[in-house]
């Protein structure tokens, strides 16, 4: 009982997924071949809200809903870290035809094949766990 506000909050993020239509395999088609504004009018809104609500957390000194304080940890930038990390991410979106963000609210629209990229973006995070202390960070 304690956690059924998060299934609210999802079934919510599954509504506003689909209504954006940010799951159709059209859509991202549409953005990797540089055909329409649509998707990226969704992630560069979505980058501008995420911007204002953290730097909102900073100056406001916001709490979590139990009162503990959020904290940001400043991160090493490294060029190819990111170049390798989004080149795979952008591989697996364009072969998949969707961002994993929405890959639970296409199984709950029905197009159940996508258990089947949910089960490999797991089995790849836990390889990456295994490999985590192997690999140049």
């Known amino acids: 009982m304690k956690f059924i506000q998060f299934l609210f909050i999802g079934i919510f993020f599954g509504i506003v997924m689909t209504k954006s239509e940010v ?3 059209f859509r991202i088609q549409e953005m990797f071949r ?37 904290a940001f940890k400043n991160k090493d ?16 979106w364009a072969l998949t035809g969707a961002c994993p ?23 790849g995070t836990y390889v990456y766990g295994l490999l985590k202390n192997k690999l140049p960070h």
């Open 101 to 123: 963000g929405p890959l639970y609210t296409l199984v709950g629209n029905g197009f159940t094949v996508f258990i089947v990229v949910i089960l490999s973006a797991l089995l």
């Open 34 to 70: 540089f055909q329409s504004f649509h998707m990226y009018g969704v992630i560069g809104s979505a980058w501008l809200m995420g911007v204002f609500f953290v730097q909102l957390i900073k100056r406001k000194n916001i709490k979590t809903h139990n009162g503990s304080n959020i």
């Open 23 to 25: 799951i159709s395999w």
């Open 77 to 92: 930038f490294s060029v190819s870290r990111y170049l390798f990390g989004g080149t795979i991410f952008g591989l697996g």
